[in-house]
Every structure is written in structure tokens, then in C-alpha cells.
């Protein structure tokens, strides 16, 4: 079954430190895997993207890394601000019949930057 | 500007009426998908359409009806059989359901049946 696990479920963490959110998924055949962050009542918005070949990218003090192997991703947020407090979103896209990509959403992080 | 635009932000329905959602996008986009977003719960798929006059269900598809009669516009019914209503609606897009590329959002509508 395909799955979407993130952790922790809640985290809240002072203005100006570092912190790591998990990603474990169970999708095949994979596409690719994004993280998405959702302020308080608005939509999703992609921050980063990462294919199959691609250990790490950058969206300035976001940064995502990929494990294919085991199935893992994180992102990790440096020098957090008080606009980083929202909902972070791990999407697995699997490629399926004739090219489709069907999306498995985790059901997100919820993270506090406390001043 | 490009984008998603979701009407109403915020919608009051009474048990047993129906309920039509908006959502248009200039994007120039194919594919566009309806997802519900309940506390604790991922995005679930409701509806979702590849092309103008074609729409397929999603995971969750009893009590909701959907149209596609435009390229830009792809509006959400919650029907009264939806036993459970009440939730953050979110409407997306994507330049075809076979691309890799980004799925954009709309600013969400929230429904509260009472």
C-alpha cells in the first residue's frame, strides 16, 4: 500500500535555531518527492522537488534530502523565523499506467517558531 | 497574475443543502483536482480531471459531483449524501496529470455544515 509517513506529528522549537523534519514513504513505482509548506488556512505552496537521481536541494534556508534506498527524506530549516511556523507537507509522487502520476500526501508536520 | 482562485473563503450550509464550491485557475492548465484537508488526515482525493468534459473519481468520491465543461473552471457540488461535510476544501492544478512538474493550490474554501 502506498504510504506517507511523516514525523514528528508536532514540534516547536525557539526563533533562530535549526530543525529536521522526516519523511518515510512506501510508494512504487516512485516519480519524484516534494515538500510543501502550508501556512494556518491557505494552500500548499512546493518549496522543494527531488527525483530519484538527486540526494540534495536547496531553497534558501530550506534544504531536502532524498535516500532512495531506504525510502527516506528530510528537510532541514537553518536559522528558523517566526514565518516558517506552518504545516510542512511530504508528497510522493508514484508514476502509474501509461504514465500517470498519482500523489500520496503525509499528513504533515506542524511546526511552531516560538520567539 | 497566474494563480488559483477558490470562492467563497468560508461557507455555512444547513443539513440537507447543497453546496457548490468555485475554483478557477489561469494557469493553462489540463489537469485540475479537487482534495479535502481534515485535521490529522493528508490531502484526500476527491475528483480530479485530466481535460475539458472528462473528470474521474478520486478516493473519496460518494456524496461530491464535479463539472469541466471549461478549461479554467472546475467547480466542487457537496451533495447532501456527503455524510461528513464539513472540512477545508482545497482546489489544485498542473499542466497535465502526466507531468512531473509543480501541482499549484488555491487559497482553500472551509466548509461548516451546522
Known amino acids: 500500500k502506498n504510504q506517507v509517513e511523516q514525523s514528528p506529528q508536532s514540534l516547536i522549537i525557539l526563533e533562530g535555531k535549526n530543525c529536521t523534519l522526516q519523511c518515510n514513504y512506501t510508494v512504487s513505482p516512485f516519480s519524484n518527492l516534494r515538500w510543501y509548506k502550508q501556512d494556518t488556512g491557505r494552500g500548499p505552496v512546493s518549496l522543494t522537488i527531488?527525483?530519484?537521481?538527486?540526494n540534495t536541494k536547496s531553497n534558501g534556508r530550506y534544504t531536502a534530502t532524498l535516500d532512495a534506498d531506504t525510502k527516506q527524506s528530510s528537510l532541514h530549516i537553518t536559522a528558523s523565523q517566526l514565518s516558517d511556523s506552518a504545516s510542512y507537507i511530504c508528497?510522493?509522487?508514484?508514476?502509474?499506467?501509461?504514465?500517470?502520476?498519482?500523489?500520496?500526501f503525509g499528513t504533515g508536520t506542524r511546526l511552531l517558531v516560538s520567539p | 497574475d497566474g494563480g488559483i482562485t477558490q470562492s467563497p473563503k468560508y461557507l455555512f450550509r444547513k443539513e440537507g443543502q447543497n453546496v457548490t464550491l468555485s475554483c478557477e485557475q489561469n494557469l493553462n492548465h489540463d489537469a485540475m483536482y479537487w482534495y479535502r484537508q481534515d485535521p490529522g488526515q493528508g490531502l484526500r482525493l476527491i475528483y480530479y480531471?485530466?481535460?475539458?468534459?472528462?473528470?474521474q473519481k478520486g478516493d473519496i468520491a460518494e456524496g461530491y459531483s464535479v463539472s469541466r465543461e471549461k478549461k479554467e473552471s472546475f467547480p466542487l457540488t457537496v451533495t447532501s449524501a456527503q455524510k461528513n461535510p464539513t472540512a477545508f476544501y482545497l482546489c489544485?492544478?498542473?499542466?497535465?496529470?502526466?507531468?512531473?512538474?509543480?501541482?499549484?493550490f488555491g487559497e482553500g474554501s472551509r466548509l461548516t455544515v451546522l
Open positions: 489544485a492544478s498542473k499542466i497535465t496529470s502526466y507531468n512531473t512538474g509543480e501541482l499549484f
Open positions: 508528497v510522493v509522487s508514484a508514476m502509474v499506467s501509461t504514465g500517470f502520476q498519482k500523489l500520496v
Open positions: 527531488m527525483t530519484f537521481s538527486e
Open positions: 480531471s485530466q481535460i475539458v468534459n472528462d473528470f
